[in-house]
């Protein structure tokens, strides 16, 4: 299975930025079933279930929870196996653990079932 892993988060003040990683790794067949793969952030708070913040199907087709819509943008680099998240003008209401994952379909990406997660990373937005 394609083993991902996510880094980049951290303490930032409200208005900042913040670039998150997801890299993937494992054998080369893998990696390169991976760039066919839709992928989606998701984050979750304390107290709060997971929830999707944005996907990006393999042929390039976005969606973004409306909260972080002209905020956060959602990208890849198949030369790099890396997916990033891309936050801008950050609030405190953002303050999660952030998670990567990846499906052969679009719609599992939305419908955010897997059977596994990385640690993730933190993400602080406070003054």
């Known amino acids: 299975q394609v083993q991902l892993v996510e880094s980049g988060g951290g303490l930032v003040q409200p208005g900042g930025s913040l670039r998150l990683s997801c890299a993937a790794s494992?054998?080369?067949?893998?990696?390169?079933?991976?760039?066919?793969?839709?992928v989606g952030w998701y984050r979750q708070a304390p107290g709060k279930q997971r929830e999707l913040v944005a996907a990006?199907?393999?042929?390039?087709?976005?969606n973004y929870e409306d909260s972080v819509k002209g905020r956060f943008t959602i990208s890849r680099d198949n030369a790099k196996d890396t997916v990033y998240l891309q936050m801008n003008s950050l609030k405190p209401e953002d303050t999660a653990v952030y998670y990567c994952?990846?499906?052969?379909?679009?719609?599992?990406?939305?419908?955010?079932?897997?059977?596994?997660w990385g640690q993730g990373t933190q993400v602080t937005v406070s003054s």
């Open positions: 994952n990846a499906g052969p379909r679009y719609d599992s990406i939305i419908q955010g079932d897997f059977g596994s």
């Open positions: 494992g054998s080369i067949f893998r990696r390169i079933f991976f760039r066919e793969y839709a």
């Open positions: 990006l199907g393999s042929g390039g087709r976005t």
